[in-house]
């Protein structure tokens, strides 16, 4: 007897049969696939957080039900663990195994197999909180979930619509309520106050920044962006765009923190609103990626991603580290991906260590969890400030010896409590962003001239099988197929400035290529050659090899 409640498990199951023509992979995202077919991933999800909770003796763990920065036809569904932070990646081929189970009985077998495996003693509570955003598919994905919730027994929290983010938040506020790192009230009211309270604060001397255009994606992020605009009062005036969150197909479409990203350019909705001056930024679906955008002097677009502002944000904490008098005993360091632009790390590592690991969030929260203070941004705008247990208790004792210094730790603490060091954030790296450009008089020319990013080309590559890509040292790197790393090499020295990588992608049977020149038309050049590289390895047929792959 497994001590499970089989009979509740087998009559929900019931409700919510997986469709069997369907493989389910959890991976760094979640799941992630088409609304229509996610209804038994949500119940089984439903049932493993239970599980999680209460492997974790009845600490809260997160269900976000949202596919981000996808099309509105996708879903999808995240778990989160107790301090806010993504689940714990042994667990995710469990997720995967149990979402697989082809039938009831089947998934039952899995569950006991699983719990005795896991050691997971059943007579510990479970507790769950759960959001959505604002897919249409969002509500009936819920209801399978609170099935699967009721199915194991839990106690379900509802947070409603809301932003990634703020359900991450949640959870780390819930799990640490009334101890001595209490992250916050756990309520959206608390994560307002505890953004808008410290924003405040850290420009209560500076000039009131000038209004601030925000393309909210048609998004949750606009009911965010709303609210946190009445928190904000008359400290800071937002100006919220693409809000239309009930129109049908509008999600994420043409516009958006991934669009402006992608394409390089403005959203055309935007294009008759912002003046050259002016600076502007896009979230994604779900609030969690920020783009930044200005026009500049002759109206020409100009794209500040997640490179430019670890850039901004990285230095401005160096320098007040340096005015705390801290600098000896507080490191700041960098996390990027291969696909940072080669003169943002080129400008970071002139400044602080800058380390380079794999693509995927939870390797750079991972890596940035080994620095004092740890900063990682990806390209695509999505990324956070994480400060140590150590570096939190340095400052709370610190004993400044001058003004300069003492201010310098206000901030620092202010900053501590302005960053959602939970996750990747739009609204709050938002606020982080218009605090450095308030203290350090910028505009978005200033900014953007921080350091020149080098030409660059991404080109995707269909293959047959992705799995023969094998790469190390941070995806930079291939090993196999044996002998293709050396003809890229050959190829990138024959371009000034060059740079070139390949990896799989994680999700679909494509291989990206990324490269680097100091001009444009050389980066394109270099970026469709390896590509060709790429095509011929995996036995295209060369009548077939698309034209531009020189």
Not at 25 to 50: E, H, K, M, N, Q
Not at 207 to 230: F, H, Y
Not at 336 to 363: D, F, I, M, W
Not at 421 to 439: C, F, I, K, P, W
């Amino acid at each position: 007897m497994s001590g499970l409640p089989v009979a509740s498990i087998k009559e929900l199951s019931e409700k919510h049969p997986k469709p069997s023509d369907i493989k389910f992979t959890y991976g760094t995202a979640g799941f992630r696939t088409l609304a229509s077919v996610l209804d038994s991933v949500l119940f089984r999800v439903g049932i493993l957080a239970g599980l999680r909770s209460k492997k974790l003796d009845g600490k809260t763990i997160g269900v976000m039900v949202t596919a981000s920065h996808n099309p509105e036809q996708d879903n999808g569904v995240k778990l989160v663990d107790p301090r806010g932070e993504m689940l714990e990646s042994s667990w995710e081929s469990h997720a995967t195994t149990l979402s697989n189970a082809s039938s009831t009985d089947e998934f039952i077998s899995a569950l006991e197999a699983f719990v005795r495996d896991a050691k997971i003693d059943l007579s510990k509570p479970a507790r769950v909180v759960y959001a959505m955003d604002t897919r249409p598919s969002g509500p009936a994905l819920v209801s399978a979930l609170e099935d699967g919730l009721r199915a194991i027994g839990a106690d379900g929290r509802n947070a409603g619509v809301t932003t990634t983010p703020i359900l991450h938040y949640l959870v780390r506020a819930i799990n640490t309520k009334g101890t001595a790192e209490a992250y916050g009230d756990d309520s959206e009211d608390g994560y307002y106050t505890k953004l808008t309270n410290a924003f405040k604060k850290l420009v209560s001397a500076k000039p009131t920044p000038s209004p601030l255009l925000i393309d909210c994606a048609n998004g949750v992020g606009a009911n965010a962006a709303k609210k946190l605009a009445e928190y904000l009062g008359d400290t800071f005036s937002l100006v919220l765009e693409n809000t239309s969150i009930t129109a049908p197909g509008a999600l994420n479409n043409a516009c958006g923190a991934d669009f402006v990203k992608t394409t390089q350019k403005l959203p055309s909705s935007l294009s008759n609103i912002i003046k050259p001056g002016q600076r502007g930024c896009s979230l994604d679906g779900d609030a969690d990626r920020l783009m930044y955008f200005h026009l500049d002097d002759r109206g020409q677009f100009r794209m500040l991603d997640g490179d430019k502002i670890a850039a901004l944000v990285a230095a401005f904490i160096v320098e007040l580290v340096k005015a705390a008098g801290l600098d000896e005993s507080i490191k700041v360091g960098v996390v990027q991906t291969a696909y940072a632009n080669g003169a943002s790390t080129k400008y970071l590592a002139e400044r602080l260590p800058v380390k380079c690991v794999s693509t995927g969030v939870k390797h750079l929260h991972h890596a940035a969890e080994h620095y004092d203070v740890g900063v990682y941004f990806e390209a695509n705008g999505h990324g956070t400030v994480l400060f140590s247990p150590d570096t939190l208790a340095k400052l709370a004792d610190y004993q400044p010896s001058t003004p300069a210094q003492s201010t310098a730790v206000e901030h620092l603490v202010n900053l501590t409590q302005l960053i959602n060091q939970t996750v990747g954030d739009a609204l709050s790296d938002m606020l982080l962003v218009e605090v450095v450009l308030a203290h350090k008089a910028y505009g978005g020319l200033e900014w953007d001239s921080l350091y020149v990013d080098l030409p660059n080309r991404l080109v995707k590559v269909v293959v047959a099988d992705r799995h023969i890509f094998k790469t190390v040292d941070a995806e930079r790197r291939l090993t196999s197929p044996v002998g293709l790393q050396d003809k890229i090499d050959s190829l990138v020295g024959k371009y000034e400035g060059g740079r070139s990588f390949v990896r799989p992608s994680g999700t679909e049977d494509v291989v990206r290529v990324y490269a680097e020149a100091v001009v444009k038309s050389q980066a394109d050049e270099l970026a469709f050659r390896v590509a060709g590289l790429v095509y011929d390895e995996t036995g295209g047929d060369p009548a077939t090899r698309p034209k531009e792959f020189l």
